[in-house]
């Protein structure tokens, strides 16, 4: 018996050394394009980071200096403020607006398809075209909006302009771009939601509002966290809707991080200082990922079958 177990257990062995060597022969085009474009750029950035350099000349190595002139950067510590503020605008009002049309679009019927892609245009619309067109609607005398209050007998207002206003201005914006994508990811949650709890909560006489509070809000837990982390993310890398309508202005009243970094880099030409911010971002974004999951996941509301 022993004689006849042990060439099948060998070759059992060699077959699963087959398995696991093809399974590597067909990931190892991924791997190979992880490591060459996300890797080894990764790697360079923390290198880069430690230096002084324009790109133009030798690079000279300073340790950490760069992130030490970080800590009394003003324009830094400007544009840090500036990307909490807007994605303190931007996130709420998107997901708000989100669930609202999602609630709105819930049923079934041709009418109601239309609707959801009308609302899911803006998602797959250039950024700079859409930066470009609400640019112009924005403008002070142009827009489409001055003209419409100048119609009605109101001045026109700098939504640009005046540094107490550009930078709501381009959070509505952000929230008329994105809300298609969080609708569309509310929608699956609300079409996951089990309907018989609504048949039994009508059993018992509850109103539209407590099968709202008591029912969807609950089992749209999980949703709506997966739409503020991923919300959280994005707002802190956003930089096509400053670059094309404010460039940070005015008067640094919309120099988010990401614009900064983009000015260090390629307009003043200190790379090893914008690669130090970059990595400074990076923290920010995983910190900041890192306590809504530790806080909010407590509170997310997963069914139980």
């Not at 049923?107 to 998602?123: E, Q, S, T």
């Not at 997966?226 to 919300?231: C, D, G, K, Q, W």
Request: charged content about 10%.
């Amino acid at each position: 018996m022993a004689a006849v177990g042990l060439p099948r257990r060998r070759g059992l062995a060699t077959a699963r050394r087959r398995e696991a060597l093809l399974g590597w022969l067909f990931i190892s085009p991924t791997m190979l394009g992880v490591i060459v474009f996300l890797g080894i750029p990764v790697v360079a950035g923390v290198v880069i980071s430690l230096t002084e350099w324009n790109m133009l000349s030798p690079a000279k190595f300073i340790g950490l200096r760069n992130y030490r002139n970080l800590l009394h950067d003003p324009l830094m510590w400007t544009s840090l403020k500036n990307t909490f503020y807007y994605a303190a605008l931007s996130i709420p009002g998107t997901m708000i607006v989100a669930l609202g049309l999602a609630l709105a679009v819930n049923r079934a019927g041709a009418m109601f398809k239309a609707y959801r892609l009308f609302f899911f245009i803006p998602v797959v619309s250039p950024a700079v075209g859409v930066s470009l067109v609400w640019k112009w609607i924005y403008s002070d005398q142009f827009g489409f909006i001055n003209q419409m209050l100048g119609k009605v007998g109101l001045p026109a207002v700098g939504w640009l302009s005046n540094p107490s206003l550009a930078m709501v201005s381009v959070a509505i914006v952000a929230i008329w771009r994105n809300m298609g994508y969080a609708m569309v990811i509310f929608l699956a949650g609300l079409q996951g939601i089990p309907q018989h709890l609504y048949e039994a909560a009508e059993i018992d006489g509850a109103s539209r509002w407590r099968k709202f509070r008591h029912i969807t809000l609950p089992l749209l837990s999980p949703t709506t966290f997966f739409i503020f982390i991923i919300s959280i993310i994005g707002s802190f890398q956003v930089f096509d809707q400053v670059y094309i309508m404010t460039q940070g202005g005015p008067g640094n009243a919309t120099l988010v991080y990401t614009y900064y970094l983009w000015q260090t880099a390629f307009q003043y030409f200190q790379v090893g200082y914008a690669s130090a911010l970059a990595y400074v971002l990076f923290f920010v974004i995983f910190v900041a990922t890192l306590i809504q999951v530790k806080v909010l996941n407590k509170r997310v509301v997963y069914e139980q079958g």
